[in-house]
């Protein structure tokens, strides 16, 4: 069956950095747009960062550019998020997102919590 299988997250200080990893299985890997969500206390679920199916292009909410680099290596089906200069207000729920189409699949989610 379809998996999205997330994992890297944790307790970080501010200024730190976290690696989350999102592996998949039961489905076409490579058709899929991948993409990266989260929720904070509180909030509404967000786009963080997507990747194209080849992983030639990506794109972010402005609030991680230049903090968060969104890949993919479709040989191994697992997509990545690196996450560096964490700041608290990046504590959330992450989450993994696979779409085609009208297909559209998604992990349990990782913790990322970013404190002193």
């Known amino acids: 069956q379809v998996q999205l299988a997330e994992s890297g997250g944790g307790l970080v200080q501010p200024g730190g950095s976290l690696r989350l990893s999102c592996a998949a299985s039961g489905f076409f890997f490579r058709n899929y747009a991948m993409s990266w969500y989260r929720q904070g206390p509180g909030k509404e679920r967000e786009l963080v960062a997507t990747i194209t199916r080849s992983g030639d292009s990506t794109n972010y909410v402005d609030s991680v550019k230049g903090r968060f680099t969104i890949s993919r290596d479709n040989a191994k089906n697992t997509v990545y998020l690196q996450m560096n200069s964490l700041k608290p207000e990046d504590t959330a729920v992450y989450y993994c997102?696979?779409?085609?189409?009208?297909?559209?699949?998604w992990g349990q989610g990782t913790q990322v919590t970013v404190s002193s």
């Open positions: 997102n696979a779409k085609y189409g009208h297909l559209t699949y």
